[in-house]
């Protein structure tokens, strides 16, 4: 199949398809007249792919994933060393964001928001640090 028909079937931007291959997540095959030939293996891959990075997995931490899940001969502790240590960058970007937002709901609390000048937002956010 061609690459259109690959990203339909991938639900995946052709652009998308052409960085995996080259960075070398994946490696079509090409026709005689040099396109992309797609098998449904590499769509498999391109939907591996997809969903891994849908749960924000790095580019590198895919390469990883994809390798341990060809290799039949894997130990499962390898893919939840990944998986776990995405699981805590995870939640302490969870903190992080957590921590914006009690920031943030103190600064929108003191606000009057009425048609004085004064704005405790702007005086606090020129002096947090």
């Known amino acids: 199949m061609n690459i259109g028909t690959a990203a339909q079937k991938a639900n995946l931007p052709t652009k998308t398809i052409r960085y995996y291959e080259d960075i070398g997540l994946i490696k079509p095959q090409r026709d005689v007249n040099g396109y992309r030939v797609f098998r449904d293996q590499d769509v498999h891959k391109l939907n591996f792919v997809g969903r891994a990075r849908a749960l924000g997995f790095s580019i590198e931490d895919c390469r990883n994933l994809l390798a341990l ?7 499962s502790a390898d893919v939840r060393a990944i998986a776990k240590a995405h699981l ?4 302490a970007k969870i903190a992080d964001l957590s921590g914006m937002r009690d920031t943030l709901g103190d600064l ?5 928001g009425d048609a ?4 405790p937002i702007l005086s606090k ?3 947090l640090g």
């Open 88 to 91: 805590a960058q995870i939640d």
């Open 69 to 75: 899940w060809e290799d039949k001969g894997r130990a």
């Open 125 to 127: 956010l020129g002096t």
């Open 108 to 112: 929108v609390r003191d606000c009057a």
């Open 116 to 119: 004085r000048p004064d704005c």
